[in-house]
């Protein structure tokens, strides 16, 4: 069968996508990634055929913030404090909370990371190579419009907990109480108009929950952290992949105490272009511990930083499935990526979440789990993260608790065995009639 991927247009969803994509081109499927222009080389360098659609997006932090207004509202991140699609606290789930996000959130970010342009482009292509299966990021409602323009099934393979679903699961509980007439939903609004243009309307092709949520969801997240959901789902053993890298000649050589890693990510740069957290700060908190911090930092980070502490390795990149092994402990700041690979590698963490829609409750699952410390940007000190970190290495139930998740991990099936499961569900949703790849 024809699979066509559709990823947000950022390194670090691409690479979320890559296994998956791998185990069913190994498989025998025709496999290609459309999103647009700014991660074709990150595509391209996976192995994978990349197919640009619409103009780049300007996401990467390479870009010049001041050339688009999306930049701009997410440095001003007072609406995210209010209207927080990652708030999770039940009482604080109320109508207008809920309506808020949806009113927020779609003409802010979806209508501006997913324009008129790329939707066109994706639906004509999907038209012309019709693929069987589209499988697309959550953060990118292009990948359903294309299917049901193109009678493909989909699926949205998750990048991290599953918050739209909930989202979704309780306003629609909200809107279903009210009359008709009263019923105000931005992103039904938004989509039906897409699918509109494209000739879509009517049951079965106008708008519907699955294009919010798809057929059916991939989850790489571990069942006992993902959010309690009643969407169809999927789970698959998270495969880190952390793009071309060479490994270092000392990652070899056995620590002589304990190493903690220590990194930003670059996901939250990607978007906004800057940290949140003080890396000085940060490397002040762990100068006097016993142990030996690898700091992944880029010359623009070093920069600001006066000499490092003996203790602190300082690298420009190294690949977290290589260097997590030989680690103890990871202090991080709540990235999908990252938490994934700590939870793999059964690594005690320290979270000091970027304010990031997602990575906040990320952080709060962890602790929950038993997994993790965390503490918000704007409230760390050096002797909190201290105290923190000092904890994680000493205190045993870490280590115990992210033994036993690593576990559910290792237990759970491998890209490369649910290539079966998604043939079947594909025979069971792709359109009637429609004559697909084989």
Request: proline letters at 9%; one cysteine or more; hydrophobic letters at 45%.
């Amino acid at each position: 069968m024809r699979v066509l991927f559709q990823p947000f247009a950022a390194a670090t969803h691409v690479a979320a996508q890559v296994p998956l994509a791998w185990a069913l081109r190994a498989a025998g499927h025709e496999v290609r990634v459309a999103t647009q222009p700014d991660v074709a080389e990150d595509i391209a360098r996976a192995g994978l055929t990349a197919v640009p659609v619409g103009d780049p997006l300007h996401v990467a932090a390479k870009m010049n913030p001041d050339d688009t207004d999306l930049v701009d509202e997410l440095r001003d991140d007072a609406w995210l404090r209010v209207l927080d699609p990652g708030e999770l606290r039940p009482e604080r789930l109320t109508p207008e909370h809920l309506h808020g996000v949806f009113a927020a959130w779609t003409p802010l970010v979806h209508r501006n990371t997913v324009p008129d342009r790329m939707i066109d482009d994706l639906v004509a292509y999907a038209r012309d190579w019709r693929p069987d299966l589209i499988v697309w990021d959550t953060m990118s409602y292009a990948g359903p419009v294309a299917a049901r323009a193109s009678g493909a099934a989909h699926a949205r393979l998750m990048f991290g907990l599953d918050l739209v679903g909930l989202l979704r699961e309780r306003y629609r509980d909200v809107l279903d109480r009210l009359p008709a007439e009263l019923r105000d939903d931005p992103l039904e609004e938004w989509l039906g108009h897409v699918l509109e243009r494209h000739g879509l309307e009517g049951p079965g092709r106008g708008f519907d929950e699955e294009l919010v949520v798809g057929q059916w969801t991939v989850d790489p997240v571990p069942t006992s952290l993902a959010l309690p959901l009643h969407v169809p789902r999927v789970p698959v053993r998270y495969v880190p992949y952390n793009g071309t890298a060479v490994v270092p000649g000392w990652l070899d050589e056995t620590p002589g105490r304990r190493r903690i890693c220590l990194t930003l990510g670059v996901s939250f740069r990607e978007v906004v272009g800057e940290d949140q957290a003080s890396v000085g700060e940060l490397l002040a908190a762990v100068a006097d511990l016993d142990v030996e911090v690898v700091a992944t930092l880029n010359a623009e980070q070093l920069a600001a930083l006066g000499p490092l502490p003996p203790n602190v390795r300082a690298v420009d990149f190294v690949p977290l499935n290589e260097l997590l092994p030989s680690c103890s402990a990871i202090i991080h700041h709540g990235g999908a990526g990252t938490f994934l690979t700590a939870l793999a590698h059964g690594v005690p963490q320290v979270v000091v979440p970027a304010r990031m829609w997602c990575n906040t409750p990320r952080a709060e699952r962890a602790r929950a789990a038993g997994v993790a410390l965390t503490c918000p940007p704007e409230e760390l000190t050096a002797g909190r993260l201290r105290a923190m970190v000092t904890r994680v290495l000493d205190d045993g139930s870490f280590a115990r608790n992210a033994a036993r998740v690593r576990a559910e991990m290792l237990g759970t099936p491998t890209p490369g065995e649910i290539v079966p499961t998604l043939e079947r569900l594909v025979a069971a949703h792709r359109s009637p009639g429609r004559h697909g790849a084989s």
